[in-house]
T-cell receptor, first 114, second 113 residues
C-alpha cells in the first residue's frame, strides 16, 4: 500500500546533539512535502514545506529538510537540538492528484534531555 | 488572526451514545478538513469540505459518521452510535486554497468506554 514512513518512533537525545528524522514516501508523481510539529498540549504547527525549487528547505527554529527525489525521501535535520524541541514530529505528503489532502507518517516522538 | 478552534477538547462517552464535535476554521478559509488519529497510528484523512460542499469524503470510516458544514463556516462531525474503536484524537484543519499548507486545531480527544 502507498504510504508515508517515518523510521523512528521515539528518539531520545541530549541537548546540543544533532538530529535527523527520516521520512520516505511511496507515491509517484508530483508531491508537496511537509513537516509538522506538535509540542505538548499544542496544535500541529507547520515546521517547513517543499513545493518546488531548491530541495534543501529551511524552516522555523533552525530546522531544515532535504528532498531527494530519487530516494523518495524528505529527511528532517537540526544541527543542535534544545530541550524545547521536545515534541512529536510528523512528515506529510500532499499528492498532485489530490491537492489539499495530506497523507501522514506515524510520527516521531523526540525527547531532548537538558 | 484567530486559529482553528475545536470544541470540546475532550469527550468521554459510553458505547452507543452520540457525540458531536465542532470545528471553527480560520475566517475566510474555504477548505476545511477532518482528520483522526487512533492511538499509536498515523493521522488519517476523513473528509474535505470546500465551502459547504463535500469535496472528498473517501476517508469516512462508515455511515455512523456524519459531517456537515452548513453555510460554509463552522463544521460538525457527529458519531452516532459511538463504538469503542472510534476513540482517538479528531483534528480539524483549514486552508485558503488546496495548495496552501493546512492550519490545524488542537484536536478533540474522544474516548468511548
Amino acid at each position: 500500500a502507498q504510504s508515508v514512513s517515518q523510521h523512528n518512533h521515539h528518539v531520545i537525545l541530549s541537548e546540543a546533539a544533532s538530529l535527523e528524522l527520516g521520512c520516505n514516501y511511496s507515491y509517484g508523481g508530483t508531491v508537496n512535502l511537509f513537516w509538522y510539529v506538535q509540542y505538548p498540549g499544542q496544535h500541529l504547527q507547520l515546521l517547513l514545506k517543499y513545493f518546488s525549487g531548491d530541495p534543501l528547505v529551511k524552516g522555523i527554529k533552525g530546522f531544515e529538510a532535504e528532498f531527494i527525489k530519487s530516494k523518495f525521501s524528505f529527511n528532517l535535520r537540526k544541527p543542535s537540538v534544545q530541550w524545547s524541541d521536545t515534541a512529536e514530529y510528523f512528515c506529510a505528503v500532499q499528492r498532485g492528484s489530490t491537492l489539499g489532502r495530506l497523507y501522514f507518517g506515524r510520527g516521531t516522538q523526540l525527547t531532548v534531555w537538558p | 488572526e484567530a486559529g482553528v478552534t475545536q470544541f470540546p477538547s475532550h469527550s468521554v462517552i459510553e458505547k452507543g451514545q452520540t457525540v458531536t464535535l465542532r470545528c471553527d476554521p480560520i475566517s475566510g478559509h474555504d477548505n476545511l478538513y477532518w482528520y483522526r488519529r487512533v492511538m499509536g497510528k498515523e493521522i488519517k484523512f476523513l473528509l474535505h469540505f470546500v465551502k459547504e460542499s463535500k469535496q472528498d469524503e473517501s476517508g469516512m470510516p462508515n455511515n455512523r459518521f456524519l459531517a456537515e458544514r452548513t453555510g460554509g463556516t463552522y463544521s460538525t462531525l457527529k458519531v452516532q452510535p459511538a463504538e469503542l474503536e472510534d476513540s482517538g484524537v479528531y483534528f480539524c484543519a483549514s486552508s485558503q486554497d488546496k495548495q496552501f499548507f493546512l492550519h490545524f486545531g488542537n484536536g478533540t480527544r474522544l474516548t468511548v468506554t
